[in-house]
């Protein structure tokens, strides 16, 4: 029997690699940025093109490499972080495993010029897909300037699966901002070709307010505790700025950027009765801890890291964000035992005086306000024009002027009981119905048709009706989502939506991955009725809204829209089967929005309402994005359950 096991060619084995470590540009901008910084270099520059998807270069000063060490730098395991096992215990580098230069070699075309400080000449080496097609000395700057071009060239799959321009650069943005933060020593700046960012090196504080201005620096609180565990500092924001969209909140440990539930759980439970149970404060923390009590290496990206004293830091960290909530809250504080005034007390013994109004006993202000009218027991009894009928009382002077009197007063009130009358005693005709027709409550839907019109509540989150199937059990929520989302998307499609201007415009401040989702929805944003206008800055106003979307918070319902836009999974502006639509996508956050939410309660007419509307449209089983929207319990199986 011939052997079947062999070893896999490195140009395989790294495209392997490369789907764990490379998902999309903002991985490759970390895996490089993160080089430049071990480094050493004081300037990174980075510069894209289409998103990242034709090139992807960045550019830094720092100590560059030879051109044995070029050429090595892309071999599999080849690192300068680590020589031995023990090593890994006491990483000071972002990088260790030498997998991501192969990784990224081995689906894209690179070019690599770098140059040491005191070498004249530097190297210049071109790869395509793994393999070497060039290497040449060359002039270029001191550092390295690698060049990445046509990312996923020779894997179509996931080059398909890369979403549109806009949601890719704002992965970039967002893992930009991520370096940026943790690397404040360091001058970075990012071209994506619509615009340009360029961040000075500067204080941990002065950085945070340089990536996302709108004053938050000025809504921050300090933290700085320092024990024999860890070290802690940064900064948290104040109760009052909690925010219910995109909260900004970022771990650090040892200089990487890392997701930990754990540490923030720690954080959400200090903030637990300060703010609302709907928002989130934000946070920047950088913690320090000896390399050894902690394991980088349990995750491809680096992201995920394991802590050897976690339940040690939690009370240390609660006690830290507590301490600078309750030592620079804004609530001041007030002491009752203090006999001061906030104001110049009067000298001793003086009396204000108190001030006096000169009316005449018999002064009516409401005497010639109306021709015949009069003023009794503070009401003002005269002629008006409510309702028609031309009767009306008015309190403080709450009344509309009738030049000419009614006349035929008593007319009128005896036409108003004839039809009170005729109202009351109204006997609607027989509807008839045909034989074996259905009845006309609601349509039919699929296998189920509803009945009749019994509907009730349960647990103020699900309407229970029935059919001849047995019980439907429906979501409140979700069905209501179903029925606005029909209504936006064919009122958009239609072009009947309308926009209704706000008297006080809004004011919106986008971070950067926010602007480049904006740039993608804007004109679908105008087709569904908002308006956006540019300020100054960061910041946009809010002119207009849809006429259709009652007691709603512009700001809140664009940031939502945007965030869809930048979720993955999704192909937006792709219609066909499998996907939806940026119309849809608008569409469904809208319904979102302004849907009833669960813990209502509703009353008869408008469950009843829900049920027909619901079942009217064509697929009412599930939203738009695959949520059921309710459950049939067959009268088969009811019959089971008693059968004992």
């Known amino acids: 029997m011939?052997?079947?096991?062999?070893?896999?060619?490195?140009?395989?084995?790294?495209?392997?690699?490369?789907?764990?470590?490379?998902?999309?540009?903002?991985?490759?901008?970390?895996?490089?940025?993160?080089?430049?910084?071990?480094?050493?270099?004081?300037?990174?520059?980075?510069?894209?093109?289409?998103?990242?998807?034709?090139?992807?270069?960045?550019?830094?000063?720092?100590?560059?490499?030879?051109?044995?060490d070029a050429r090595m730098a892309f071999e599999r395991h080849a690192t300068s972080k680590i020589s031995e096992a023990a090593d890994l215990f006491a990483l000071s580098t972002m990088g260790f495993r030498g997998e991501a230069l192969p990784s990224i070699c081995a689906i894209s075309q690179v070019e690599l010029k770098t140059r040491m400080e005191g070498s004249a000449i530097g190297t210049r080496l071109v790869i395509n897909g793994s393999l070497v097609e060039t290497q040449e000395p060359v002039v270029c700057d001191k550092g390295t300037n690698i060049m990445v071009k046509n990312l996923f060239f020779n894997t179509p799959a996931r080059r398909k699966f890369l979403k549109s321009d806009s949601v890719e650069t704002s992965n970039v943005m967002r893992e930009f901002e991520r370096l940026a933060l943790v690397n404040n020593h360091i001058r970075m700046s990012i071209d994506t070709g619509s615009r340009i960012i360029d961040l000075r090196p500067g204080s941990f504080k002065q950085r945070i307010g340089d990536i996302w201005k709108n004053n938050l620096d000025l809504h921050l609180l300090p933290i700085d505790v320092d024990t024999s565990l860890i070290k802690i500092n940064g900064f948290i924001s104040r109760p009052e700025y909690?925010?219910?969209?995109?909260?900004?909140?970022?771990?650090?440990?040892?200089?990487?950027?890392?997701?930990?539930?754990?540490?923030?759980?720690?954080i959400m439970n200090c903030y637990e009765s300060l703010i609302a149970s709907d928002t989130q404060p934000c946070y920047f923390l950088k913690f320090e801890v000896d390399p050894g009590s902690i394991d980088v290496n349990i995750h491809p990206t680096k992201n995920e890291i394991k802590f050897e004293y976690e339940q040690e830091i939690w009370p240390i960290l609660q006690a830290s964000v507590k301490a600078a909530l309750g030592k620079y809250g804004a609530v001041p504080s007030i002491d009752f035992s203090s006999d001061v005034l906030p104001v110049d007390p009067l000298p001793t013994g003086e009396i204000p005086e108190q001030p006096t109004l000169d009316i005449p006993e018999n002064y009516n202000p409401f005497a010639d306000a109306v021709p015949g009218g009069t003023f009794d027991g503070g009401e003002f009894l005269g002629r008006s024009s409510l309702n028609g009928s031309g009767h009306g009382r008015g309190r403080g002077g709450s009344f509309r002027r009738q030049e000419t009197p009614v006349s035929n007063w008593d007319t009128?009130?005896?036409?108003?009981?004839?039809?009170?009358?005729?109202?009351?005693?109204?006997?609607?005709?027989?509807?008839?119905?045909?034989?074996?027709?259905?009845?006309?409550?609601?349509?039919?839907?699929?296998?189920?048709?509803?009945?009749?019109?019994?509907?009730?509540?349960?647990?103020?989150?699900?309407?229970?009706?029935?059919?001849?199937?047995?019980?439907?059990?429906?979501?409140?929520?979700?069905?209501?989502?179903?029925?606005?989302?029909?209504?936006?998307?064919?009122?958009?499609?239609?072009?009947?939506?309308?926009?209704?201007?706000?008297?006080?415009?809004?004011?919106?401040?986008?971070?950067?991955?926010?602007?480049?989702?904006?740039?993608?929805?804007?004109?679908?944003?105008?087709?569904?009725?908002?308006?956006?206008?540019?300020d100054e800055g960061d910041r946009w106003r809010i002119t207009a809204v849809p006429s259709i979307l009652k007691n709603i918070d512009p700001r809140d319902i664009i940031l939502r829209i945007l965030e869809s836009v930048m979720e993955d999974g999704v192909n937006y502006g792709v219609d066909g089967k499998g996907s939806i639509g940026l119309t849809e996508k608008v569409a469904l956050v809208m319904a979102r929005t302004s849907a009833i939410q669960r813990g209502k309660k509703l009353s008869d007419d408008e469950m009843e309402h829900i049920v027909g509307e619901l079942f009217s449209l064509p697929d009412p089983a599930y939203t738009p994005n695959g949520n059921r929207v309710y459950c049939l319990l067959e009268d088969k199986k009811l019959e089971a359950m008693f059968r004992n």
């Open 2 to 68: 011939s052997d079947v096991i062999r070893l896999l060619p490195d140009s395989v084995a790294n495209q392997i690699a490369a789907g764990e470590v490379i998902q999309r540009p903002a991985a490759v901008i970390k895996e490089l940025v993160e080089n430049a910084v071990d480094a050493g270099a004081t300037e990174i520059r980075i510069y894209l093109k289409d998103a990242g998807r034709t090139l992807v270069q960045v550019v830094d000063n720092g100590k560059g490499m030879s051109e044995t």
């Open 242 to 266: 909690a925010r219910r969209r995109n909260p900004l909140q970022y771990l650090i440990v040892n200089g990487r950027n890392m997701r930990h539930p754990y540490f923030h759980k720690a």
């Open 412 to 534: 009128l009130y005896a036409d108003f009981l004839r039809g009170k009358k005729e109202a009351e005693s109204f006997d609607p005709p027989e509807i008839r119905e045909e034989e074996n027709e259905a009845p006309a409550t609601l349509p039919e839907m699929g296998e189920q048709t509803v009945v009749n019109a019994f509907c009730m509540q349960h647990a103020l989150k699900y309407i229970i009706t029935s059919s001849r199937e047995g019980l439907i059990i429906i979501d409140q929520h979700r069905a209501h989502v179903k029925i606005l989302f029909e209504q936006y998307k064919m009122k958009a499609e239609q072009g009947s939506l309308v926009s209704q201007g706000i008297m006080f415009a809004e004011t919106l401040t986008l971070d950067p991955e926010h602007r480049e989702a904006l740039n993608e929805v804007s004109e679908e944003l105008v087709k569904m009725g908002f308006a956006l206008e540019y």
